[in-house]
């Protein structure tokens, strides 16, 4: 027989955070910080907009306006496009994940060539 009480004080929750860096089209506005993935994009989106909506009012906040990457830490810092369920849950199930929101006016993917960006993630990865 399974000891009820035991399994419930063991379970822990797979939430999943990760470290998140937005830059709007001027290349100079930014946010950061670190957000939980939600099960879905679609809710992960919804979670977003509400952290830039809050931050830097509403007329930002339309995700329309961004792409959305992960940083692959395996090929040369490239951005990997999070465009469908798929590999958004590819990304969630990283070890350690960098997501990067960058204004569709910014062309670059390599995080290198992104100066804020390689800044905030040289800072917030050597702390780990």
Do not use: C
């Not at 957000?35 to 995700?63: P, Q, V």
């Not at 994940?97 to 062309?107: E, R, S, T, V």
């Amino acid at each position: 027989m399974f000891d009820k009480k035991k399994i419930l004080d063991n379970f822990q929750f797979s939430e999943v955070n990760a470290n998140y860096f937005v830059l709007d089209k001027d290349e100079q506005t930014n946010l950061y910080g670190w957000i939980t993935l939600d099960e879905s994009f679609n809710d992960f989106l919804s979670l977003l907009r509400d952290e830039i909506e809050y931050s830097w009012g509403k007329e930002y906040s339309n995700l329309k306006d961004y792409n959305f990457y992960y940083i692959d830490l395996e090929n040369k810092y490239n951005l990997v496009e999070i465009n469908n369920e798929v590999i958004y849950r590819q990304a969630r199930k990283l070890k350690e994940p960098y997501f990067a929101i960058l204004h569709k006016d910014i062309k670059s993917k390599i995080v290198q060539n992104i100066p804020l960006l390689y800044e905030w993630f040289i800072g917030i990865s050597s702390k780990f």
